[in-house]
């Protein structure tokens, strides 16, 4: 964290498609009792169309644009609430930077074999479409990974685990820095 930032108090999950954010997300909604949003699904609400449609229509680069513009006007009034990110979000630095402010980022590092596994036959993400799906996979990770982890207040490792364990490890970590983070009035 920069000196003299002010740091939000939202939990943002940013990770990999298939990492399970809203997964994780929805559960810690539940356990705080603190309401849960996600980008991608506030995007197709607000396009009235599925996120593939407005790859299909407008291209990358105009999604982007409608996630860097949806992440600042959540930067200016969002405060306690459990966010989930698209998985391409923190590529931008400057949504990086929105994210760090709005709160504690918490990365779910996920292995290129675990997502093909959950992945498999999912057609709502247009970046996976191709005829490998696997080496697709892996060759994005790599592209990514510094820039999820450099993003990252926590990062937990989730391949393997048990949906609790990843839960546990959230919650405890957010115990831990409470003293350095606001995050009492979030229990
Ligand atoms: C993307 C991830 C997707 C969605 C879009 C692009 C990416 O979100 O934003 O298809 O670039 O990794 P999920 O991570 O929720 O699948």
New binding site residues.
Partial sequence: MREGFHKGNNIILT?????G??TVGIRLSYKWKKPFL???QL?ERREGRR??EI?AAEG?EY?RGL?TGLLEELAEGLHHHIL??????P?REENRRLLSRMGTVVYLRVQPGTVYERLKGDT????LQGPEPLARITE?LDQ?KDLYEKGADLIVDVDGMEMEEILEKIIRWIDFSRSTIPMNEQR
């Fill in positions: 990770g990999f498609m298939g990492s954010k809203t996600d980008t991608d995007i996120i593939s790859f990358e999604f996630e989930s990110v698209g998985g391409g979000t590529l709502t993400r247009p970046l994005l990514r």
